[in-house]
């Protein structure tokens, strides 16, 4: 290919892609930040940071010995060096940084080696920042000697410390150094072994994502094989962790800022390589959960999802031995089928599910109610007969009642006693008795089994939105929850200082910081999503004030 080409396609390659052209394919793991500067500077210059300046957490920051160190750390290095502080972030983080770790196969620590990779905005910059540097280092006497080198026809250098010796390469506006030479030497063979537009194997994983995260780590699983299989023979659960580990090309946690704080964990695979019970698994629980369209928009916390007993029975069956298994279904059979007069695996675990959802509400202003209330809902399945529905409430009744009667033997001041309550035109029974406002219920409605910490949530459970296409799995409203320390602060103060035998005026003071902290962002989400031999785990924050302007 003529020179000319080459130069242009390399002129048009982003940053980052640049950097992971020289990372090793045999390497365990590789960070890199794109663009982080122009990250920082944007956060640095947006509302969210103007709102977090003003608060407490924020003039704390402001007055910590971290933070004057940073800035005592500016100025050294701007009159040792004679650069700027605009100049020096020109190079790191510059356009891209970068890190590769290659464990030893061998197991032997000490020799591990390490990659570290900078691409700076402007070459003339970083070739003055390297050339200060060991100007400075020599002076001082740390830097001994500047050695040249070369491998493969390609020149790098041997910077000779007081302590250890540095190899580094310096290519325009990219610098590449380890302190193992055979970690460059790889790095140099990698970068010149591509073809234009070829990214080894880590540029291919991420290519993958369709993703364009501020910081990526991404792990190689290859690089464990090895230690897996040694032990994969002497124990089954580690062997079925083998089988599964060989279906994952690639992991990598994400981190952006853009509208919110996104931290997401993308795992690259083929689910064709996964043993069957992984497929099925695989198959029901990457849906939505109905359960979402039943719980408010302003719980506390939710948890939902798609949870199939017999599958999940299923396996756990690829992480034991046949007898621990038959022992398990054995002991199952013991504790609870006898008591509900059903065989647990055949007959009761498929009648519930998939759909479940878990969930905390404030109680209702006009309540007296100070703790919050708790639901949880599991789908009893539609198919079976209202009979069928009805014999596994009266499980559930059974259970409760020696929970009860449990109670009142140890408890006997404060009895307590199941009641029939009929809630929105629905039977449920009720647990009377019990202290701080709490009536626990259960029964059937809409197709679940709801057990609940207060009867009347019973009746609140209705469908009231449809389910979103994307899998939620974690809603937390942080606006919810601040609006409940506001509304029951001088209680909360009286009760929590109670229990921890402190003043309520300390108790007050605590949850005044912790409602100006959590008043700084609305909500937290986990979410799942999956694409072609691809599954991402999402947890979002998302700030009260814009991250950029």
């Not at 000319?4 to 793991?29: M, Q, W």
């Not at 055979?182 to 234009?196: H, T």
């Not at 501020?214 to 040694?230: K, L």
């Not at 259970?399 to 140890?410: A, E, G, K």
Request: aromatic share 6%; net charge positive; hydrophobic share 45%.
């Amino acid at each position: 290919m003529p020179l000319t080409l080459l130069v242009l396609s390399l002129s048009f390659a982003a940053p980052r892609d640049e950097l992971i052209r020289f990372v090793p394919d045999d390497a365990g793991f590789c960070l890199i930040a794109n663009d982080l500067a122009k990250h920082v500077s944007a956060l640095t210059d947006s509302p969210f940071a103007a709102s977090l300046a003003k608060s407490a957490l924020g003039r704390s920051l402001s007055a910590s010995s971290e933070w004057q160190n940073l800035c005592k750390l500016e100025a050294k290095l701007t009159r040792n060096l004679g650069m700027g502080w605009t100049e020096l972030t020109d190079v790191v983080p510059g356009a891209a940084v970068g890190y590769a770790y290659r464990p030893d196969p061998a197991g032997r620590a000490d020799r591990d080696e390490g990659l570290y990779l900078i691409r700076a905005k402007n070459a003339r910059n970083l070739a003055d920042f390297v050339n200060k540097i060991n100007a400075a280092q020599k002076k001082s006497g740390e830097l001994r000697d500047l050695i040249s080198r070369e491998h493969n026809g390609v020149s790098y250098v041997r910077r000779v410390e007081a302590k250890q010796s540095i190899y580094y390469l310096l290519r325009g506006s990219i610098l590449v150094f380890s302190a193992q030479e055979e970690m460059l030497r790889r790095a140099i063979d990698r970068e010149a072994s591509l073809g234009v537009g070829e990214l080894g194997a880590f540029g291919k994983h991420l290519g993958r994502l369709e993703e364009s995260a501020a910081i990526h780590v991404m792990v190689n699983p290859r690089v464990f094989d090895t230690g897996f299989a040694a032990i994969a023979g002497k124990d089954a659960f580690v062997k079925g962790m083998n089988d599964y580990w060989k279906a994952v090309d690639a992991i990598d946690v994400s981190l952006s800022f853009e509208s919110d704080v996104r931290l997401a964990l993308h795992i690259l695979g083929d689910p064709k390589r996964l043993p069957p019970a992984g497929r099925r698994f695989m198959t029901k629980t990457t849906q939505p959960s109905a359960v979402w369209g039943y719980i408010p928009e302003t719980a506390l916390i939710a948890i939902a999802g798609r949870l199939d007993l017999s599958l999940t029975y299923g396996l756990l069956g690829d992480f034991l031995t046949p007898d621990k298994r038959m022992a398990m279904e054995k002991e199952l059979e013991c504790q609870f089928g006898a008591l509900v007069g059903k065989n647990v695996v055949r007959e009761l675990l498929p009648t519930l599910g998939p759909d479940w959802g878990l969930w905390v509400v404030a109680p209702p202003t006009e309540s007296r109610e100070l703790l919050p209330r708790v639901v949880l809902a599991v789908r009893v399945n539609s198919s079976k007969t209202l009979a069928e529905d009805e014999a596994i409430l009266d499980t559930v009744h059974l259970l409760i009642q020696m929970t009860v009667s449990s109670h009142n033997r140890n408890n006997p001041a404060h009895t307590v006693r199941i009641h029939p309550h009929v809630v929105a035109k629905t039977r449920v029974r009720a647990v009377e008795g019990l202290p701080a406002g709490l009536l626990p219920a259960y029964g059937l409605r809409n197709g679940f089994l709801l057990l609940t910490t207060h009867v009347d949530e019973v009746g609140r459970f209705e469908l009231s939105k449809s389910t979103s296409r994307t899998m939620a799995l974690m809603q937390l409203s942080l606006t919810s929850w601040r609006d409940y320390i506001v509304r029951h602060r001088t209680a909360l103060s009286e009760w929590l200082a109670t229990r921890e035998g402190v003043k309520a005026e300390t108790v007050a003071l605590r949850l005044d910081s912790l409602k100006e902290l959590i008043g700084l962002f609305t909500r937290v989400d986990l979410s799942y999503d999956s694409g072609s031999g691809r599954s991402t785990f999402i947890l979002s924050l998302k700030p009260a004030e814009r991250l950029r302007k």
